[in-house]
C-alpha cells in the first residue's frame, strides 16, 4: 500500500483526527470520519458497476461536499477524476467512459449515487486497493484546453512545505487546493456559490 497517495494520506487524517471538521460550508461541517467513510461506500459503488485500478470518471457536479465525496471515493478505488461543472455534453453526476461506439461516440455509463450520498449508514472500512503515487489522480485542463494528466504525487508535493492558514476550496483546478488542505488535516472552507459568481 502507498501511503504517499492522495487518499491514503486523508485516511490517515481520519483515523487519528476522525472527530476534526474536514470540510465546512458555513451551513454543515463534515468530519474526516464522515468524510472518509462516505467516500467508501461511493467506492464499493463504484466497484459493483465495474470501476477498476486505472480507470477514470467523468464527475459533473457543482462544487459541494458531496463532490468532495464523489472524488475522493474515485481516488480510493484506485481511479481518476475529470471534474466538470455543468457540462451539457454529460450525465449530471459521475459516468465512467465505456469506449467509442457505432458512429464513433462516446459511450458512457451514467452511475445515480444519490440514495449511496444520502445514506445513513456509511462503510468504515478502508479497501485495501493499491495506488502508486505515480498513478493519475486526475485530468485538469490546461489554458488551451489541453488535458493535463495530475499524478498523486504532483498533488502531495504541494503539500509537503506548507499549506494556507485557512485553506479553502476557490480554484477549479481539480480540486487540487481541496486536496493540500485535506491532507494537512484542516478544516477546508467551501466558497458559497453566490461568493464565485459575483467575483
Not at 500500500?1 to 472527530?19: K, N, S
Not at 502508486?132 to 485542463?141: L, T, V
Request: net charge negative; charged share 15%.
Amino acid at each position: 500500500m502507498d501511503t504517499t497517495a492522495i487518499h491514503r494520506i486523508i485516511e490517515q487524517q481520519a483515523a487519528l483526527h476522525g472527530d476534526v471538521a474536514a470540510l465546512a460550508d458555513g451551513e454543515r461541517v463534515l468530519t474526516y470520519r464522515d468524510l472518509n467513510q462516505r467516500a467508501n461506500t461511493v467506492v464499493r459503488c463504484l466497484i459493483a458497476h465495474g470501476f477498476r485500478r486505472g480507470a477514470t470518471a467523468v464527475i459533473n457536479m457543482p462544487r459541494s461536499m458531496q463532490l468532495a465525496v464523489v472524488c475522493l471515493g474515485v481516488l480510493k478505488a484506485g481511479g481518476a477524476y475529470a471534474w466538470l461543472d455543468g457540462d451539457p455534453t454529460w450525465p449530471h453526476g459521475i459516468s465512467i467512459p465505456q469506449g467509442r461506439g457505432d458512429g464513433d461516440e462516446m459511450k458512457v455509463l451514467a452511475i445515480d449515487l444519490t440514495s449511496v450520498l444520502n445514506a445513513r449508514s456509511q462503510s468504515s472500512a478502508n479497501l485495501p486497493i493499491l495506488t502508486r503515487s505515480s498513478d493519475i489522480a486526475c485530468i485538469i485542463g490546461a489554458p488551451d484546453g489541453t488535458p493535463v494528466l495530475v499524478p498523486h504525487s504532483t498533488v502531495t508535493a504541494l503539500q509537503a512545505n506548507t499549506y494556507p492558514a485557512q485553506p479553502s476550496w476557490t480554484e477549479d483546478l481539480g480540486a487540487l487546493d481541496l486536496w493540500v488542505g485535506l491532507m494537512a488535516g484542516a478544516t477546508v472552507t467551501m466558497t458559497p456559490q453566490s461568493a464565485r459568481t459575483a467575483a
